[in-house]
């Protein structure tokens, strides 16, 4: 039978790197995907033959078709683990002064830079439907179950207030792995977000790193600790796992208040799908 196959995103450096090097140990075949391609050929030619580099930028949803294509051709028509990981931070700031607001041509503001929510969060979603499609047609090959983990973060769970997009992102991708991921398990795929604490990495601003104290650092090994409980159980799904130095925590979503929430958020469900069954008709989009 062919090796399994996964694709780790931002895997040219910090926490995609060390996802890669871990599911390469485990015997997957790896497709190291990342914006940067010295580093991601790097980390490819480092691991061995059984890893390949493929130059993505995520946030174009055609890069990312692409990638998953090539990856599910390259290991013989399967693909099984996409770590949708690659991130940044906020490219401006919504804080901005005044005196960086800039007007069009019609005295219009411009448009604050939301890129990070393109690649922390669209990207995110777009992978999955994207590894959806390819998990389906990975039987033949020996595949036709898969693990989805994306990459939150503690900021997914509190906020940063350096950060608010950063922040709106993160609890996104939250939100679309509890909703999801207990759905796509019927088909045996599971859903799953990490929520790192504080790893240095090449995320995080120089002097942040010079400052930050050392107890309070996560290591690598405890993600791949997240890894591991991901792919011990084909039924753990629609998690928010926590990372906070060696330990994995897993997180519920916040409490009900009163039992007419607890009885929306348990009971109303089948009221929900008859009302989805056919998309809901909207005027004018
Ligand atoms: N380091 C931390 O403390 C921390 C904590 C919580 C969450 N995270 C999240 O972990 C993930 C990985 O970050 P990291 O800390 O390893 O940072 P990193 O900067 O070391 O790695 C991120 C990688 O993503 C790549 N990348 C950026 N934009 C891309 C794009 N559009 N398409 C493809 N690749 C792209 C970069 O080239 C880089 O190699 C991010 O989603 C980040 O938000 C990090």
């Keep these: 039978m062919s090796k399994p196959v996964a694709i780790v995103t931002g895997a040219g450096s910090g926490i995609g790197e060390a996802v890669a090097i871990h599911l390469y140990k485990k015997g997957y075949k790896v497709?190291?995907?990342?914006?940067?391609?010295?580093?991601?050929?790097?980390?490819?030619?480092?691991?061995?033959?059984?890893?390949?580099?493929?130059?993505?930028?995520?946030?174009?949803?055609?890069?990312?078709?692409?990638?998953?294509?090539?990856?599910?051709?390259?290991?013989?028509?399967?693909?099984?683990?996409?770590?949708?990981?690659?991130?940044?931070?906020d490219r401006q700031n919504l804080y901005d002064s005044e005196e960086?607001?800039?007007?069009?041509?019609?005295?219009?503001?411009?448009?604050?830079?939301t890129k990070t929510m393109e690649v922390n969060l669209e990207a995110v979603i777009q992978g999955l439907w994207?590894?959806?499609?390819?998990?389906?047609?990975?039987?033949?090959?020996?595949?036709?179950?898969?693990?989805?983990?994306?990459?939150?973060?503690?900021?997914g769970l509190y906020h940063m207030p350096q950060c608010p997009q950063y922040t709106a992102s993160k609890y996104g991708v939250i939100g679309l792995c509890r909703a999801a991921g207990p759905v796509f398990v019927k088909e045996g795929i599971t859903v799953n977000a990490i929520c790192p604490a504080f790893i240095p990495t090449n995320l995080?601003?120089?002097?942040?790193?010079?400052?930050?104290?050392?107890?309070h650092i996560t290591p690598l090994s405890t993600v791949n600790k997240a890894i591991d409980?991901?792919?011990?159980?084909?039924?753990?799904?629609?998690?928010?796992?926590?990372?906070?130095?060696?330990n994995i925590y897993f997180r519920e979503?916040?409490?009900?208040?009163?039992?007419?929430?607890?009885?929306?958020?348990t009971k109303s469900n089948e009221i929900w799908d008859v009302g989805y069954q056919e998309p809901p008709k909207r005027e004018g989009y």
Excluded: M
Excluded at 229 to 246: H, I, K, M
């Design 31 to 89: 497709v190291v995907a990342d914006l940067n391609s010295t580093a991601g050929e790097n980390v490819a030619s480092t691991l061995g033959p059984d890893a390949l580099f493929v130059q993505t930028d995520v946030s174009s949803y055609r890069s990312q078709a692409q990638l998953l294509k090539k990856a599910y051709e390259w290991g013989g028509n399967r693909v099984d683990f996409f770590h949708a990981n690659a991130g940044i931070d």
């Design 100 to 113: 960086k607001e800039e007007l069009d041509e019609d005295g219009l503001l411009k448009p604050l830079n």
């Design 130 to 155: 994207l590894f959806k499609y390819y998990v389906r047609r990975s039987k033949e090959a020996g595949g036709g179950k898969g693990h989805f983990v994306a990459t939150s973060s503690s900021a």
């Design 204 to 215: 995080c601003p120089p002097e942040v790193l010079k400052r930050w104290p050392k107890e």
């Design 229 to 246: 409980a991901f792919l011990a159980d084909g039924t753990l799904t629609g998690q928010a796992v926590e990372l906070s130095q060696e």
């Design 253 to 265: 979503q916040v409490d009900w208040p009163n039992e007419s929430q607890r009885w929306i958020g």
